[in-house]
């Protein structure tokens, strides 16, 4: 079968940092998207990891592990408008066939 | 500027009235899906279609029509709507292994 998990929830403070981690369990890999939601609004682009290792754009940083079935998203200096849900895809056998992981619903305290 | 056009945002009805939502992508691309948003239960796929006149059941089809006879249009049709099918759903298209983009959602209740 096909799987990726996901916390369901995860809490942090203002300005710290916070890892975010999604695991996955698929017929085949071409990719693992990482997007950010807003409650009730459109899921928005974050970052796309075909290869092994971390790519880092601005404040958000993405890592993918292909041997492991894992990737994490880094969130610095965090920010209250980053309080939002971060969805994890996985690309399958084809360019066409996106997993999606239920999301993890990230709150930021003062 | 690139995008996904979909409406109506937000939409009520009574279950067995048909309606469908419409969606539009100025990208030229091949690839577009319906996907349907429940809490707890992350983005699951409706219908896809990979290209004009060419579309196919995703994971959840049961209740919902689609069809796509120009490349940039791939309305979703509620036939006999239920409560059931009270919902956030988005509309979204892809090129190749570029990201996805998403029209804006529309929620749906059916009373």
């Known amino acids: 079968g096909q799987n990726i998990d996901q916390p369901t929830e995860m809490t942090a403070t203002e300005g710290a940092i916070v890892q975010i981690n999604c695991t996955y369990q698929?017929?085949?890999?071409?990719?693992l998207f990482w997007y950010q939601q807003h409650a009730g609004e459109a899921p928005t682009f974050l970052s796309y990891?075909?290869l092994d290792g971390l790519e880092e754009k601005g404040r958000f940083s993405s890592f993918l592990s292909r041997s492991k079935g894992y990737s994490y998203l880094l969130l610095k200096e965090l920010q209250m408008k980053d309080s939002a849900s971060y969805l994890c895809?996985?690309?399958?056998?084809?360019?066409?066939?996106?997993?999606w992981g239920a999301g993890t619903k990230l709150i930021i305290k003062p | 500027e690139a995008q996904v056009t979909q409406n109506p945002r937000y939409l009520i009805t009574v279950t067995g009235k048909k309606l469908t939502v419409t969606c539009s992508q100025n990208?030229?691309?091949?690839?577009m899906s319906w996907y349907r948003q429940d809490p707890g239960l992350g983005l699951r796929q409706i219908y896809y279609s990979m290209n004009v006149e060419v579309t196919d059941k995703g994971d959840v089809p049961e209740g919902y029509k689609v069809s796509r006879k120009e490349k940039r249009n791939f309305p979703l049709i509620l036939e006999s709507p239920s409560p059931n099918q009270t919902s956030l759903y988005f509309c979204?298209?892809?090129?190749?292994?570029?990201?996805?983009?998403f029209g804006s959602g529309t929620q749906l209740s059916v009373l």
């Open positions: 895809a996985v690309v399958g056998w084809s360019n066409y066939q996106l997993i």
């Open positions: 990891n075909v």
């Open positions: 990208m030229n691309h091949e690839y």
């Open positions: 979204a298209s892809r090129q190749g292994n570029e990201k996805l983009f």
């Open positions: 698929t017929s085949g890999f071409n990719g």
